[in-house]
């Protein structure tokens, strides 16, 4: 079954930092992968998404992510974090076609920046 | 586009009582999503729907929950009899196609006390 896996539930920078979130993933298929972010007291809204073109991905806000299927890993990065990235960041998977397609979350990262 | 809208935005009610959440897609999606956001279990999808008929429903809980879809525009998650068990942040999502971008609307928070 199509599963990820995020690394760390807190992460703290400060501000200006290089911000790095961890999602592992588990496919047998060439996977879909995407990062949300949650604001609080708000839904989810899309960064970014890979499906099977480049591997590294550009998203709002400053944010790419690289695909690498050796290292089964799809991680989030920003160069500078900014005040306003403190939020929850959740990455997905597509599940397999045969299971209807839908998006399998991850537990979530909460990101705290500090002035 | 207005975006997913949902309301309420906050119910609070007595345990036993009959809940009824609701959600209007974007405009033109075929997929519709009942997610449930809790701390010790994060976000879980609860039921989809792909034009207007329920897909996979292997999320909700118990026969408590029972979800809707009668048109292409209005979805309602329904919790008969509420428990305290069942507070959490409930989201709806529309996508226009599988695995194109879920949109979420802003979720209702339902306290059941």
């Known amino acids: 079954a199509q599963s990820v896996t995020q690394l760390g539930s807190h992460v703290s920078v400060s501000e200006g930092a290089l911000v790095l979130l961890r999602c592992n993933y588990s496919s047998s298929v060439p996977p879909y992968l995407f990062w949300y972010v949650q604001y609080p007291n708000q839904g989810l809204q899309l960064l970014l998404k890979?499906?099977?073109?480049?591997?590294l991905v550009k998203g709002i806000n400053g944010f790419e992510a690289e695909f690498k299927k050796s290292e089964t890993s799809f991680h989030l990065t920003k160069p500078s974090a900014h005040m306003s990235d403190a939020a929850e960041y959740f990455c997905?998977?597509?599940?397999?076609?045969?299971?209807?397609?839908?998006?399998?979350f991850g537990q979530g990262t909460e990101l705290s920046v500090k002035p | 586009d207005a975006g997913v809208i949902q309301s309420p935005r906050h119910e609070v009610t007595e345990m036993g009582q009959e809940v009824t959440l609701r959600c209007k897609p974007i405009s033109g999606h075929d997929y519709l999503f009942w997610y449930r956001q809790t701390m010790m279990r994060g976000l879980e999808l609860l039921i989809y729907?792909?034009?207007?008929?329920?897909?996979?429903d292997s999320g909700m809980p118990e026969d408590r929950f029972s979800a809707k879809m009668p048109n292409a525009s209005f979805s309602t998650l329904k919790i008969q009899p509420s428990e305290p068990r069942d507070s959490a942040v409930y989201f709806c999502a529309s996508s226009l196609g599988l695995p194109e971008t879920q949109y979420f609307g802003p979720g209702t928070r339902l306290l059941v006390l």
């Open positions: 890979y499906t099977s073109a480049a591997t």
């Open positions: 997905a998977v597509r599940a397999l076609y045969n299971q209807g397609g839908k998006l399998i």
């Open positions: 729907f792909n034009n207007n008929v329920p897909i996979d």
